[in-house]
C-alpha cells in the first residue's frame, strides 16, 4: 500500500489556509437584502490553494498554486466560479503527479528536472486592461486568463517585448489616459537591485520600459504613481543571493536599514530619479494613494514599524509587537533635503482601497481593514494572529475616520469599489467575509456595503455556495468593460 504524503499541520495549511483542490463553478446563487441595478460587472478575486503537498514542511502560503475566482453580476443575478491558473510550475507538477518545486522564491531548493521552469504561481492581483485579464505575482511575469471561462491562456511578456523578468502585482491605471504603468524588481534576476519600470498604452501596448537600481534589492510590493510622477518604495527587507544558495531564505529583514523614495517624471528618465532618505527598519506593504500639490508629494500607505509577514519575521529574528497605521509622507522635490515630513491618519490596518477614478489624483476619501480589539476572532493564520474585523472609511478633508466593525467570528477580505452612475453617490464597496462556523471551518459571505456609509453595514449579503482559500487581492471590472473582452492572443 502506497503512503500519501500528508500537508504540514502547520499555519500555512489549516484554517483558512486549509487546501481544498478546488475548482467549481454556481449559478443563481441566494442573496439577501437587495443589490443594486448599477453593481453590472465582475468580482475578480486572488486565490491560492497547493495543488500537491509541498517539497517540505517548512514551506509558506506565499508559494501555494494561484486561483482566479470570480463573482459575476448580471441582469440582478449573481454566479461564481473559480480554476487553478495554469502556469508552468502548476502543468509541471500535474504532469509529475506530485510537488517539485522548494522554497519560497528560491529555486536551488528545487527538483532538479524543474530547472529553468517558470517559478511564479500567479496568486496575488487580478487586473484587467486593454480587453485582457491577468492574474500576477511580483516574482514572474503575470498569467492571461479568459474572463469568461477563467482558463488560462499563457504568459504574458508583450509579445517577447519586455526584458524584466517580473512585473509587480500591484500595476497602476490612469483613470484618464488609460495607460497601466507598471514595474518589476529582480528584473535582472535573483538578488539583483534592477528595476524596470514599464508604460503600457490605452491599447495594450508596451511603449516604454527602462532600468535603473534601486539603492539594494528590497522586496518592492508596491508604488504609486501621481498625474506627473513615478514613485518607488525601498523598504529594508532584503535578499541576497548566497544566502539563496544555500538553501537560506529569500527574504530577511533589516531592523537598522535605511528606507528610501525614489520620485522620477511619470514620462521622464530614470536618471531624473531623485532619492529620499527615511526612517530606519519601517515596511509598508501597500500605498492607499498619492497625489502631487505643487511641488510637494503626498504618498499615503499602511505603514509599519517592521515586516509584518509573521514567517519574514522569524527568519530576520525579529519580535516586535504590532505598530503602525495609515500614515501620510510628504516630499518636496523643490527641498529634497528636507526629507519626510510624516502624519499618522489612522491606525494600525491593511488593504487600503480608493475608487478608481481617483489614482494619482488629489482625493476626498479612502478604505481599509483593521482590527477591532473588542471583537477580536482568534485564527493563527490571519493577520498577526487575527481576522481583520474592522472596515474604516478616512475622510481626507478633515482627517476624520468612520468605522463599522462586527464580530467574534467574522473576518473581513479587502474591498474592491464600485462606482455609481449618479455623480452625487459614493458607490459602493463589495467585500467578502470570512464566517467562522466551527473551530477551523468557515462560511463565505459577499457583502454589498455604501461606500460612504460604511458605519450602517451591508445592504445586502452574496451566500458563497462553496469555501475557498483566504483571498489575497482582487478587482472590479464593470460590465462595458468586459464586453470588450479581447479574443486575440
Known amino acids: 500500500m502506497t503512503v500519501q504524503p500528508t500537508y504540514p499541520d502547520t499555519v500555512h495549511y489549516t484554517g483558512l489556509n486549509r487546501p481544498t483542490h478546488l475548482e467549481a463553478t454556481a449559478h443563481d446563487l441566494y442573496v439577501e437584502g437587495e443589490i443594486p441595478a448599477e453593481i453590472d460587472g465582475a468580482f475578480f478575486r486572488a486565490l491560492h490553494d497547493p495543488a500537491y503537498v509541498p517539497l517540505r514542511a517548512d514551506d509558506v502560503v506565499l508559494s501555494r498554486d494561484g486561483v482566479i475566482g470570480k463573482v459575476e453580476f448580471k441582469d440582478g443575478r449573481v454566479s461564481c466560479g473559480v480554476r487553478y491558473v495554469q502556469t508552468e510550475r502548476f502543468l509541471a507538477e500535474r504532469k509529475a503527479g506530485r510537488s517539485l518545486f522548494g522554497v519560497y522564491r528560491n529555486p536551488f531548493t528545487d527538483d532538479p528536472s524543474v530547472a529553468g521552469v517558470d517559478r511564479t504561481v500567479a496568486n496575488t492581483t487580478p487586473y484587467y486592461h486593454a480587453g485582457r485579464l491577468f492574474m500576477s505575482k511580483e516574482d514572474g511575469l503575470p ?6 471561462t477563467l482558463e488560462t491562456i499563457g504568459r504574458w511578456d508583450y509579445r517577447g517585448r519586455l526584458r524584466s523578468q517580473t512585473l509587480t502585482a500591484h500595476p497602476k491605471i490612469d483613470p484618464v489616459t488609460g495607460e497601466l504603468f507598471l514595474f518589476g524588481y529582480e528584473a535582472a534576476g535573483l538578488a539583483t537591485p534592477t528595476i524596470a519600470y514599464c508604460i503600457v498604452s490605452p491599447e495594450g501596448e508596451l511603449v516604454s520600459e527602462q532600468w535603473f537600481d534601486a539603492p539594494y534589492c528590497s522586496m518592492m510590493h508596491d508604488f504609486a504613481i501621481t498625474e506627473e510622477h513615478a514613485i518607488f518604495m525601498v523598504y529594508p527587507t532584503k535578499s541576497d543571493l548566497e544566502r539563496l544558495r544555500a538553501g537560506g531564505p529569500h527574504w530577511v529583514h533589516d531592523q537598522q536599514g535605511e528606507s528610501f523614495i525614489g520620485v522620477m517624471p511619470r514620462y521622464g528618465r530614470v536618471e531624473d530619479m531623485q532619492w529620499f532618505s527615511g526612517p530606519p527598519g519601517v515596511h509598508s506593504y501597500h500605498v492607499m494613494n498619492a497625489y502631487a500639490e505643487g ?46 515630513a510624516e502624519t499618522k491618519i489612522g491606525p494600525f490596518g491593511e488593504m487600503p482601497v480608493i475608487a478608481p477614478g481617483d489614482l494619482g489624483r488629489e482625493y476626498t476619501r479612502g478604505w ?15 493577520p498577526v494572529g487575527v481576522l481583520f474585523n474592522s472596515l474604516i472609511r478616512v475622510d481626507w478633508r478633515d482627517g476624520s475616520l468612520t468605522n463599522f466593525s462586527d464580530g467574534p467570528g467574522l473576518g473581513f477580505n479587502e474591498p474592491v469599489h464600485v462606482s455609481a452612475n ?23 459571505e459577499l457583502w454589498v456595503v455604501e461606500a460612504d456609509r460604511v458605519e450602517a453595514g451591508p445592504i445586502a449579503k452574496v451566500f458563497m455556495p462553496f469555501v475557498t482559500c483566504e483571498q489575497v487581492h482582487g478587482s472590479w471590472v464593470p460590465r462595458a468593460l468586459l464586453d470588450a473582452a479581447k479574443g486575440d492572443i
Do not use: C
Open 143 to 148: 498569467y492571461r486568463i479568459d474572463p469568461t
Open 295 to 340: 511641488t510637494k508629494i503626498h504618498l499615503d500607505q499602511a505603514m509599519a514599524v517592521t515586516n509584518l509577514i509573521p514567517f519574514i519575521a522569524e527568519h530576520s529574528g525579529i519580535n516586535l509587537p504590532v505598530d503602525g497605521g495609515l500614515t501620510r509622507w510628504t516630499l518636496d522635490l523643490a527641498n529634497p533635503g528636507a526629507g519626510i
Open 368 to 382: 481599509y481593514l483593521s482590527v477591532d480589539p473588542t471583537k477580536l476572532t482568534l485564527v493563527a493564520n490571519g
Open 422 to 444: 449618479d455623480p452625487t453617490h459614493g458607490g459602493w464597496l463589495l467585500m467578502m467575509v470570512d464566517r467562522v462556523i466551527a473551530e477551523g471551518h468557515f462560511a463565505q
